[in-house]
């Protein structure tokens, strides 16, 4: 897939997290989203977090650098600027560095190429949790729910436990997929569950 495509459904996603998370009241914050153990404001550091991570990542920064991130507070006075601002930098340096050179990431070497994928998948599915902690729609769109069905699915299951994905949900492996929508095929594969599935989008047909 070449680059143009790929940044278009990073575009796609980066636009779903920021829906999701600019719908976050400050009495949401303390509330359980739905990812297990974590509340809505430790999931948005985390997920704000992921945009310097990643950054750093690309700029070939020591693994120590790379996690000592992960104990900061990534909020500032306003979480959507946060999350835009550490975004920007990780899409410029994409832009500028050789993504084929692999990056010491925690589960292992892999490809700057893998790593936007995995970006791509990571604000996606954190909008679905964090939709659950404030009881609101995925505000996922059907083309990028169809690009993570066809284009993303194996890497999930790739992944799998040590990219922090559960094994997929029973209804990927009965082969029921060709009566779910997109969107609940993503979830399905990740390993969401029904807390998760509550806050998908109405299925319209052929999806």
Request: charged content about 20%; proline content about 5%.
């Amino acid at each position: 897939m070449d680059l143009p495509c790929i940044y278009s459904y990073l575009d796609r996603a980066e636009v779903c997290w920021a829906n999701a998370l600019s719908r976050v009241s400050g009495a949401d914050l303390d509330s359980s989203s739905g990812c297990q153990g974590w509340s809505n404001e430790q999931l948005i550091n985390h997920l704000i977090g992921g945009g310097l991570r990643y950054e750093t990542l690309l700029a070939q920064a020591p693994p120590a650098e790379v996690e000592a991130t992960r104990g900061q507070n990534h909020l500032g006075e306003d979480r959507l600027e946060s999350f835009w601002t550490h975004e920007r930098a990780f899409r410029r340096i994409a832009g500028e560095c050789d993504l084929n050179a692999e990056v010491p990431h925690r589960i292992g070497p892999i490809s700057g190429h893998q790593l936007v994928k995995m970006r791509i998948l990571e604000l996606a599915l954190h909008a679905a949790d964090l939709s659950v902690g404030t009881g609101d729609e995925w505000p996922i769109d059907d083309e990028l729910a169809e690009f993570i069905d066809t284009r993303l699915g194996r890497l999930i299951v790739q992944l799998g436990s040590a990219g922090g994905y559960a094994p997929p949900q029973p209804g990927v492996r009965a082969g029921e997929r060709a009566h779910a929508s997109r969107a609940q095929r993503v979830l399905n594969i990740s390993g969401r569950g029904a807390a998760v599935n509550a806050v998908l989008p109405p299925h319209r047909g052929g999806r």
